[in-house]
């Protein structure tokens, strides 16, 4: 048998030993970038909120992160309807989702109070109070019911509104009109309160509702009126402005854990960034939606004060009291968005 000197050994050792760190250091480089997933159920353009959002959030994240986090977004519900959505972020199927406040009551009940009408007199209000503690405490809420993450709290594109195919000018004239409604109580009650027939229908067949004479009316923002071509039957606005329903962002704790903990202060302002973006850039595409369906021939007439004033007491009185009794925790939070509308 030929011998080797020890110089051959220990140079076919290092050959060895290079090739096999050559052989693990790939993989070490994968297992270091993160990649996540992100639901939302509206398109992936400027006419959608949630992109909006999005869009700022990943240039964020590209700029002062670079190559260490990938983002896929997967916009039209592509991955499942919003509630399936909400069970894949709690358990990590699915990192992100963006999408308004109100379907994450289905397992935080407490993010209902968002819902109710007239809490908030206008965005500005609304971001006061949430930015002011609200936001963190119905935050603090959902992780502990479900171990996610709130990562912003933004904006819709403007309130919702009355749209009636007859003239509505007040309380009196909304009597017994039959509105078309989100199907969800808090819904249901503020226009049971007002006097209104509600009537939940989905989005998809108010069109034809309308043209019908199944409804007289409906209740929605100006962004979604002009999507949906609803001015080419629809010609009346109350300006009820009864929801400021805000949108969120939130991380599932799976995806939490995957951003490292010398990386998530940069994450987590890449999302602040996002959210102060996006509602500036949300109170302006409801201005222009607004003025789009005024050159349409919508007329828009403004709540009166004293009307407003009179639906928000009774919605305190009779919807708010009861919604605080079956959820003691949320008095602080509307005894904080009270003092925010001073």
Known sequence: MKSISRRQFLTTASAGTLALTATFAKPARAQSEITMRISSSMSADQNAAHYIWYERFAA?????????????????????????????????????MITGS??????????????????????PHAFKALDGGVGVQLGKILADRTGCTVLGWASHFG???????????????????????????????????MGAI????????????????VVDGFEHDTASVLQYRFAEIIKNCWLTEHLFSPMVCVIGK?????????????????????????????????????????????????????????????????????????????????????????
Do not use: C, H
């Open 60 to 96: 964020n994240v590209k700029s002062t992160l670079g190559e260490r986090v990938k983002l896929g977004y997967f916009p039209d519900s592509q991955l499942g309807k919003e509630a399936d959505i909400v069970q894949q972020v709690k358990v990590g199927s699915v990192d992100m």
């Open 102 to 123: 109100s379907i994450w009551a289905t397992v935080a009940a407490e993010f209902g109070m968002l819902d109710l009408g007239y809490v908030f007199d206008s965005y």
């Open 159 to 193: 309130p919702r509104s009355v749209y009636t195919r007859n003239p509505v000018k007040s309380l009196a004239e909304l009597k017994g009109v039959k509105l078309r409604v989100l199907p969800a109580p808090a819904f249901i009650e503020t226009f049971k309160i």
């Open 198 to 213: 509600p009537t939940p229908i989905p989005i998809n067949e108010l069109y034809t509702a309308l043209q019908t004479g």
């Open 254 to 342: 799976r995806g939490m854990d995957k951003v490292p903990t010398d990386i998530r202060p940069a994450f987590l302002k890449a999302a602040t960034d996002a959210t102060t973006y996006e509602r500036g850039i949300a109170a302006e595409k409801g201005r222009s939606a607004t003025e789009d369906l005024k050159k349409l021939g919508v007329t828009f007439t403004p709540m009166a004060k004293s009307e407003r004033e009179q639906v928000r007491k009774e919605m305190e009185a009779k919807v708010w009291a009861s919604f605080i009794k079956e959820y003691p925790t949320t008095k602080p939070l509307f005894d904080a968005i009270a003092a925010a509308r001073t």
